[in-house]
């Protein structure tokens, strides 16, 4: 493997044997670059309680160093730190190498007057080179490409992090009834502008599974897309570059509704489509040209259950509410699914379980 596969798949032979190969002879150096990204130290947030890093030390007798401290540490093993503290470290890396003190209040006021402002402090001026911050944003980023975390790549904004797995019990194992374990993401986004940092750590999942990339990068994700939701600066206009041709499997096919809202839609977003004449009430979009775009009739009977997949839920309660059902909903997006079949009888109340993704 190369470094690169090492860092995406998270090797921890790859990465323990890099370890061995450079500092095996000098361990020292090892942990003084761990000093040198200041991962020793508290971050200082003024809240009570922090704990400092511990970090082994080959010179101090009391660390209990041994011959394999080196490649327990290069994995995450043998030093202890809060995900505070590691979160500063990354932002540190997504901030081009200068690491910000963390702090909680920006200002106080008093019936709106500022009483006291709190501005951010430099820890760190750089903890690395402009070249291997590049590197290490890239090595980053591979992680959510194509390494262990692909699972949240979003195709509207990059995403740069590791994910990390832990066994909690591993110098207990044989005594303890079973392996406990605590899964982490950690990372920034825009991966190439980064606005965001966010740690996520879980302890002792009990369902989804219990690695990194299975339990806490998809919760770093829907937090990702909240936060890049609500901030409209990180959004691209559309109309900001030249116009790209979709490709087939991106085409808004078998999206269904109302007949001129699917007009005014693909009229403003200066799609060209082909349309049957004489178009009623209810509309659906189909590829039945190939590459282009086809509205067809959506027959939507009176008095049994129409199909309402493909529709928005605003249509689809609608349209079954009227033909009185009781309609619950299950998931966010479009109907894909509905639990009364298309041309049961309508009436007398039935519950219509939509699916939505």
């Given at each position: 493997?190369t470094?690169r596969e090492?860092?995406?798949?998270s090797?921890?032979?790859g ?10 002879t000098?361990?020292?150096a090892?942990?003084?670059?761990i000093?040198d ?13 922090e704990?400092a ?8 007798p009391?660390?209990e160093?041994?011959g394999t ?11 202890l730190?809060?995900?505070?503290q ?5 932002n ?26 709190f ?8 903890i ?29 904004y990059t995403?740069a ?14 005594a ?11 990372g ?6 980064p606005?965001?940092s966010?740690?996520?750590v879980i302890?002792?999942?009990?369902r989804?599974?219990?690695h990194?990339?299975e339990v806490?990068a998809p919760v770093?994700?829907a ?5 890049f939701?609500m901030?409209a600066?990180?959004?691209v206009?559309v109309?900001a ?8 499997a ?6 269904a509704?109302?007949?001129?809202d699917?007009?005014?839609?693909l ?5 060209d489509?082909f349309?049957?004449?004489?178009l009623p009430?209810w509309?659906v ?8 775009l ?11 259950i129409?199909s ?9 309660i609608?349209?079954?509410e ?5 309609v ?16 049961t009888?309508?009436g007398?109340?039935?519950v ?6």
């Amino acid at each position: 493997m190369t470094i690169r596969e090492v860092f995406a798949r998270s090797s921890n032979v790859g990465t323990a044997t890099l370890a061995q190969q450079f500092f095996k002879t000098n361990p020292s150096a090892f942990v003084q670059h761990i000093r040198d990204f200041g991962l020793d130290l508290p971050t200082g947030i003024e809240v009570g309680g922090e704990e400092a890093p511990i970090v082994k030390n080959p010179k101090d007798p009391k660390s209990e160093w041994s011959g394999t401290s080196l490649p327990w540490m290069s994995i995450g093993y043998e030093l202890l730190m809060t995900p505070l503290q590691l979160l500063t470290f990354y932002n540190a890396v997504a901030n081009d190498g200068r690491m910000m003190k963390p702090y909680i209040v920006q200002r106080t006021e008093r019936y709106g007057e500022i009483v006291k402002e709190f501005r951010p402090t430099v820890v760190q001026r750089s903890i690395a080179s402009k070249s291997t911050l590049t590197r290490a944003k890239d090595l980053l980023q591979t992680v959510v490409t194509k390494g262990t975390a692909r699972n949240i790549e979003s195709a509207n904004y990059t995403i740069a992090g590791k994910t990390g797995t832990a066994q909690l019990n591993y110098h207990k194992f044989r005594a303890s009834k079973g392996i406990r374990h605590q899964a982490g993401f950690c990372g920034f986004f825009p991966a190439e502008n980064p606005v965001y940092s966010c740690i996520v750590v879980i302890s002792e999942p009990e369902r989804g599974g219990y690695h990194g990339a299975e339990v806490a990068a998809p919760v770093f994700r829907a937090i990702a897309d909240k936060c890049f939701a609500m901030k409209a600066e990180l959004h691209v206009p559309v109309n900001a570059k030249p116009k790209e041709k979709l490709a087939t499997a991106r085409l808004p096919t078998y999206d269904a509704g109302a007949t001129e809202d699917i007009r005014s839609s693909l009229k403003w977003l200066d799609i060209d489509y082909f349309r049957e004449n004489d178009l009623p009430e209810w509309a659906v979009i189909t590829a039945e040209r190939g590459d282009s775009l086809l509205v067809q009739h959506r027959t939507v009977p009176d008095k049994t259950i129409p199909s309402v997949i493909g529709m928005g839920l605003k249509d689809a309660i609608y349209l079954l509410e009227n033909r009185g059902c009781r309609v619950k909903v299950q998931g966010v997006g479009k109907v894909r699914r509905q639990s009364l079949a298309p041309g049961t009888k309508a009436g007398g109340g039935q519950v219509c379980v939509l699916f939505l993704e």
